[in-house]
């Protein structure tokens, strides 16, 4: 089954940085990626997808890239802001199959 | 559009004791997931309904069990309540299916078993 890996359990910043959040995931056969964001007391909230025939995918201050060959996305934030401070959920799909959340990262910003 | 709604947002139960959560997607969602999230074990899946059938089941036992309406709305529920059953409780929406869709997740309710 699949597995997801953080690299890193919690992540601390500076207001103004780029945050860097890395994700490693084992089903080769996962075809679609989602970020989720979890605030204190909230639901985690969908920020960017990407689907397997892209290798990178922007947003607002938001940038995922893909690496297909090592299994490996990453979640750059631009400018990062105390009100990014959340968990962070990479969460590769499968059709068909259940999703696979794990426990996250931790972004703190200081400011 | 008004986003994934569950109620109620707290709910305190004793041992022993079953419970029912309330989840209503999104309009025009027609699968709803269902999630559990404990600081040990993060958030983990419990079930996935569609079209009033569970697609899908999560490795959880035979206490927690849920239900989905023709409306989409589900309904989840656990009895004979343990302690470590405490817990946030997260219901998702997506249009068809969640691992091709998006999910949209609702606010969660936040059950203690004392």
């Known amino acids: 089954g699949e597995s997801v890996g953080l690299h890193l359990p919690t992540l601390s910043v500076q207001e103004g940085d780029n945050s860097i959040i890395n994700c490693a995931y084992s089903?080769?056969?996962?075809?679609?990626f989602i970020w989720y964001k979890q605030e204190s007391g909230k639901g985690p909230q969908f920020i960017i997808d990407?689907?397997?025939?892209?290798d990178k995918r922007q947003g607002q201050r938001v940038t995922v890239l893909l690496n297909k060959t090592v299994k490996h996305l990453s979640l750059q934030i631009a400018a990062t802001q105390p009100g990014d401070s959340a968990v962070y959920f990479c969460?590769?799909?499968?059709?068909?199959?259940?999703?696979?959340f794990g426990k996250g990262t931790t972004l703190s910003v200081s400011s | 559009k008004a986003g994934v709604t569950q109620t109620p947002r707290y709910l305190i139960k004793t041992r022993g004791q079953q419970v029912t959560l309330s989840c209503s997607p999104i309009?025009?969602?027609?699968?709803v997931s269902w999630y559990q999230q404990t600081p040990g074990q993060g958030l983990q899946f419990l079930f996935e309904y569609f079209s009033e059938t569970q697609r899908n089941k999560g490795n959880f036992p035979g206490r927690f069990s849920g239900r989905q309406f023709s409306n989409s709305r589900s309904e989840m529920n656990v009895s004979t309540l343990e302690l470590g059953d405490s817990a946030l409780y997260l219901c998702a929406s997506s249009l068809e299916d969640p691992s091709t869709d998006t999910q949209y997740f609702g606010p969660g309710t936040r059950l203690t078993v004392l």
């Open positions: 969460v590769p799909n499968q059709a068909g199959t259940a999703l696979i």
């Open positions: 990407i689907r397997s025939n892209m």
């Open positions: 089903n080769s056969a996962s075809d679609y």
């Open positions: 309009s025009g969602h027609r699968s």
